[in-house]
């Protein structure tokens, strides 16, 4: 199923491993420009270069106990929700290979529509 925000698709099939990010809030400059017609793959691959940066906003997945508390709720998660093939934990962001056992909230909401 394809549902998109923004300019970004968001594809979800079971069976299939989505590569998930999430970032910390205002971890991303907030007078960030992106061409208006760069492709979903290109906005994504500049996006991930500005978390990457990291010249903006928090970077509290620097402190080892924060950190420990994100591996450990990945870790949790993993055997009833997903199949976790591998992550990696940024200073501002995570990065995330999963196989989702269950449907998205994402998908259910937009095949209701």
Known sequence: MRVSRRRLPHLSVIGEPPFVTFRLHNSLPPSRELPSRLPSGKAT?????LLD???????????????????AS???GAPADYGLH??????????????????SSVAERSSSA
């Open 86 to 103: 591998t992550w990696v934990v940024m200073p501002n962001h995570v990065h995330m290979l999963i196989t989702p056992h269950i449907t």
């Open 45 to 49: 691959v500049c996006m991930d270069r």
């Open 53 to 71: 940066e990291g010249r903006a906003g928090p970077v509290y997945l620097r402190i080892p106990a924060v950190v420990q508390v994100v591996i």
């Open 74 to 76: 990945i870790g949790k």
